[in-house]
């Protein structure tokens, strides 16, 4: 499977999104996206309890483990690529998590205006 260039929405190079579960479309820890990323699972988001549920009540459990998808369940705190479509869903409806921008794919902004990104960004270490 081919993979985008990796840019953040910075323009800087792509960091880590996570590796304590490894994340990613492509399970290599960062929010790579290609061809194949029919979900855009291009933003890196520290999810919440609040996050969580919101995505379980719209048919999304990411709580619960699914090894055959190398999927082990999340819970608050973990840092996971998430579809930028079910982000800004969480936005509109006012659960979003917070986003480490420096994470965060590139083409993450042709779905989510960068301001909203930025109004939720994890300060940097």
């Known amino acids: 499977m081919q993979k985008f260039a990796s840019t953040n929405v910075l323009g800087d ?4 999104c ?26 890196c988001a520290m999810v919440t309890a609040e996050f969580l549920a919101f995505s379980r009540s719209r048919g999304n459990d990411l709580t619960t483990p699914f090894p055959e998808a190398d999927f082990p369940g999340l819970k608050p705190g973990d840092r996971w690529c998430l ?4 982000w800004l869903e ?3 409806a006012g659960v979003a998590p917070p986003v ?7 083409e993450t902004l042709a779905v989510i205006e960068r301001s909203a990104l930025e109004r939720h960004a994890i ?3």
């Not at 190079?13 to 880590?16: E, G, T, V």
């Not at 579809?83 to 079910?86: E, H, K």
């Not at 480490?100 to 590139?106: G, K, P, R, S």
């Open 18 to 43: 996570g590796l304590n579960p490894v994340t990613g479309f492509f399970r290599d820890g960062c929010c790579n996206s290609g061809y194949a990323d029919h979900g855009v699972h291009t933003v």
């Open 83 to 86: 579809c930028a479509a079910r």
């Open 100 to 106: 480490d921008l420096a994470a965060t794919h590139e």
């Open 13 to 16: 190079p792509l960091k880590p």
């Open 90 to 92: 969480a936005y509109r």
């Open 123 to 125: 300060s940097p270490d």
